[in-house]
């Protein structure tokens, strides 16, 4: 199974901070990952798709790049209403698999 | 509008079976594979599995956790996806959701609409 590994686990941010979570793949995967965000109690919501297309209806802040083994999302500016969890996927092979999740917290 | 509402869920003893459905509406449910991905209890996100459109097969790909005591079906002429959940155990204790593939063909597009989900409790 490919393993994907986020990094930071955790980080505190404050409104209007330029945040960046990584995301790394155990073998390539080509462009094949999507990011969501999860608030709590909530279902995911899809933000981006083949590593760098932005969902629509996603507010622009968001954006993702990458490919092979290394990724990242990007929030340009936080917002109050960004302050959730963040969880990569890859579905290059089977099975899919997530990251363990980037929880983004209020400094 | 397009709406997935996972149902069947509930307090269930290890060893016992369950089947969680997933009723949509709003867009061609036949053409699109569908997901379920599961979430314990203060955990991350565990994808289970999917079933292809008849198009593409309508074959299922599992998880190696679930593989064997979970199933995955659809009844295209009423719009529902199912979860076949056999011999349970403590760890299957989740959050269990439905989700669409973003596209038809194209797997790489992400799971773009997710119901709300059930709550699956496994425990004696």
């Known amino acids: ?107 | 509008e397009v709406q997935l509402v996972e149902s069947g869920g509930g307090l269930v003893q290890p060893g016992r079976s369950l089947r969680l459905s997933c009723t949509t509406s709003g867009f061609t449910f036949g053409d699109y594979a569908m997901n379920w991905v599961r979430q314990a209890p203060g955990k991350g996100l565990e994808w289970v599995g999917f079933i292809r459109s008849k198009a593409y097969g309508g074959t299922a790909e599992y998880a190696a956790s679930v593989k064997g005591t979970l199933t995955i079906s659809r009844d295209d002429s009423r719009s529902i996806a199912y979860l076949q959940m056999n011999s349970l155990k403590t760890e299957d204790t989740a959050v269990y959701y439905c989700s669409r593939a973003g596209d038809p063909e194209y797997y790489y597009y992400g799971l773009d609409v997710w119901g709300q989900g059930t709550t699956v409790t496994v425990s004696s």
């Open chain 1, 1 to 107: 199974d490919i393993q994907l590994t986020q990094s930071p686990s955790f980080l505190s941010a404050s409104v209007g901070d330029r945040v960046t979570i990584t995301c790394r793949a155990s073998q390539g995967i080509s462009s094949s990952l999507a990011w969501y965000q999860q608030k709590p109690g909530k279902a995911p919501k899809l933000l981006i798709y083949a590593a760098s297309t932005l969902q629509s209806g996603v507010p622009s802040r968001f954006s993702g790049s990458g490919s092979g083994t290394e990724f990242t999302l990007t929030i340009s500016s936080l917002q109050p209403e960004d302050f959730a969890t963040y969880y990569c996927q890859q579905l290059n092979s089977y099975p899919w698999t997530f990251g363990q999740g980037t929880k983004v917290e209020i400094k």
